[in-house]
């Protein structure tokens, strides 16, 4: 079965810091991954994704991903976080059908 | 974005009272899924369509039943509510062929 690992639910950054939240998934198929991103009271949207080809992913908002096979994680980072930043952040992995197994999610609060 | 809307938005209800939500995409989307969202969970899947008609269950469809008539809507009914399916309900679509989920606002459903 399909499962996606998120640790901390709340993260906590300064503002200017870097931003990484860690994600490590199970699959039995080759995964197409994702990070969505929630803010308060909206729908999730999508940040940036990974299907096939280049390992290192670039999303919106100066997010970045990198797939590592061998360690099957999907780190979400940006170098220098921002106030709006602020939002809950979802990673999450495809198993069949279209479905997608998501994560608990990650807090972030930005500190000024 | 798939034009995904969703109504009620918000609803209050008492324990045992039948409740219907909808969602309606204006994008043609095949896919069609219900997801319940709770703290400490992250987003968990209902039930899900594939087609007009063709519905499968997710994960946590206990208490709840879909249907699926037209390609525009999906609903999802409690047909007896409980307090524990107090919770924020998103719709997403996805087009076929592809993996991106696109996320309605959500319906915040309160059962008393």
């Known amino acids: 079965a399909q499962s996606v690992t998120q640790l901390g639910s709340h993260v906590s950054v300064s503002e200017g810091a870097l931003v990484l939240l860690r994600c490590n998934y199970s699959s039995s198929v080759p995964p197409y991954l994702f990070w969505y991103v929630q803010y308060p009271n909206q729908g999730l949207q999508l940040l940036l994704k990974?299907?096939?080809?280049?390992?290192l992913v670039k999303g919106i908002n100066g997010f970045e991903a990198e797939f590592k096979k061998s360690e099957t994680s999907f780190h979400l980072t940006k170098p220098s976080a921002h106030m709006s930043d602020a939002a809950e952040y979802f990673c999450?992995?495809?198993?069949?059908?279209?479905?997608?197994?998501f994560g608990k999610g990650n807090q972030v609060v930005v500190i000024p | 974005d798939a034009g995904i809307t969703q109504s009620p938005r918000h609803k209050v209800t008492e324990t045992g009272t039948p409740v219907t939500l909808r969602c309606h995409q204006t994008e043609n989307h095949r896919y069609m899924y219900w997801y319940r969202q709770d703290p400490g969970h992250g987003l968990r899947l209902i039930h899900y369509?594939?087609?007009?008609?063709?519905?499968d269950k997710g994960e946590v469809s206990d208490g709840y039943s879909v249907s699926r008539s037209k390609t525009e809507d999906f609903l999802l009914t409690l047909e007896s509510a409980t307090s524990s399916q107090t919770s924020v309900y998103f719709c997403?679509?996805?087009?076929?062929?592809?993996?991106?989920?696109?996320f309605g606002p959500g319906t915040r459903l309160l059962v008393l």
């Open positions: 369509s594939y087609g007009v008609k063709d519905t």
């Open positions: 990974y299907t096939t080809g280049a390992t």
């Open positions: 997403a679509t996805c087009l076929a062929g592809q993996e991106t989920q696109y």
């Open positions: 999450a992995v495809s198993y069949g059908n279209n479905r997608l197994a």
